[in-house]
């Protein structure tokens, strides 16, 4: 009887009041035994309903608390159906929403789903695609409003985007930087070095002329004209891999003609001091057990050779999770950063840093979580 009158409650007749953190909380604990499950479900179904009328920067919140597969699936089909039949954002607010809600999805990465959480990842991905659709559709006349924060906006916008985006998203973000970078007014050193990274990474580290002058000179300018403020190791890390791909990638001509800009010292010499800095991927459960069994059956697979783990690899941002060095071979495992919602995926990150890797003479094997790792596994990589 207590469970049909809070079922009755939960429901539109019932008018509950309860505010929404408290149905979020509530869902949170009630899961498990079939009893709290038709619980659970009719908070579901009342989140469902009341999400239809918060406002845009509440359902960002909402979304960053958004910790289980039910949950996110809800969410996304409440943004799924505001963006279904629009096809570009009037105002910058609301853009801006849009864009942390797909950065918030993109920090937690399919391979943070549980193999249980199949239709969640599915659904953000779908939505995903769509976001996207709609966001780069809107960037020009959100830079054209907001001129100010227009390098902010855009940095923003390229690093929510890069996780899921494929190459064709990288000429309409790149179209945008004149409008939104200048050398007269450079912005700091976080959205340059951001808006640097994710181009160079959607474009595989292969920039167009065009977009690699910009960026380097007003990377140049940010770094100079950055007085003592601090940059965080992650950026730092970023600008290296930029500077890297630059390097790698750039006809002499171009390397020639980008070192003789004004900025470029102040670049370089920045440059110089990062060969200690490299990425710190996030600790991803899915490949712990991975790891566990490379360590162990890599001896039986190259038995004339040794292995390092952790290896830093000299000249790059990058550590190899397993390296046989006298092949020239590493073995990585895929993070959050480094792929896509489909299984073997790369991301345009995870392409950027195989391409650099490959490009210094290094074979690169990926170690998916449901790739055959057994001895004869391994030496196919």
């Known amino acids: 009887g207590l469970m049909k009158a809070v079922v009755s409650f939960l429901r539109e007749e019932g008018k509950c009041q309860l505010e929404l953190h408290t149905v979020l909380d509530a869902l949170k604990v009630f ?33 960053a608390e958004a910790s289980t ?77 907001d001129p100010k924060n227009a ?25 945008c930087l004149p409008a939104a970078l200048s050398l007269a007014e450079a912005p700091g050193p976080r959205p340059a070095g951001e808006l640097a990274f994710h181009l160079a990474a959607l474009h595989h580290g292969a920039l167009p002329f065009h977009v690699a002058i910009r960026l380097w000179r007003v990377l140049g300018v940010a770094l100079r004209d950055r007085e003592e403020e601090k940059i965080e190791h992650g950026l730092r890390a970023k600008i290296r891999a930029f500077a890297l791909s630059i390097y790698c990638f750039s006809s002499r001509t171009t390397l020639a003609t980008l070192r003789m800009a004004p900025e470029s010292a102040s670049l370089e010499a920045y440059v110089e001091e990062l060969d200690k800095v490299h990425f710190q991927w996030q600790k991803d459960p899915a490949v712990k057990d991975v790891a566990s069994t490379v360590r162990r059956v890599l001896p039986e697979a190259v038995p004339s050779s040794t292995f390092v783990e952790k290896l830093a690899i000299a000249g790059t941002p990058y550590e190899a999770d397993f390296a046989i060095e006298d092949l020239r071979v590493l073995l990585l ?36 979580p449901h790739s055959e790792l057994d001895r004869d596994g391994l030496r196919r990589l």
């Not at 079939?34 to 919140?61: F, H, Y």
């Not at 906006?153 to 790149?174: H, K, N, Q, W, Y």
């Open 31 to 63: 899961t498990g035994s079939q009893t709290t499950n038709i619980l659970a479900l009719a908070l579901l179904a009342n989140l469902e309903m009341r999400l239809r009328t918060v406002s845009s920067k509440n359902l960002v919140s909402l979304s």
């Open 69 to 145: 597969d039910p949950l996110r699936q809800v969410v996304a089909a409440e943004v799924g159906r505001r963006i279904s039949k629009i096809k570009v954002v009037r105002r910058t607010q609301d853009f801006d929403d849009l864009v942390a809600i797909l950065a918030q999805w993109a920090s937690r990465g399919p391979l943070s789903f549980a193999e249980d959480e199949a239709k969640g990842r599915e659904v953000i991905t779908e939505r995903s695609a769509r976001m996207t659709y709609v966001i780069l559709a809107s960037l020009r006349d959100m830079i054209q409003q």
């Open 151 to 175: 390098p902010r906006r855009l940095a923003a916008t390229v690093a929510a985007i890069s996780p899921f985006a494929g190459g064709d998203a990288a000429e309409p973000l790149a179209a």
């Open 333 to 368: 495992l895929p993070r959050t950063e480094l792929c896509l919602a489909e299984e073997g995926t790369l991301s345009c990150q995870g392409r950027l840093m195989q391409r650099i890797l490959e490009h210094l003479g290094w074979r690169v094997g990926w170690l998916w």
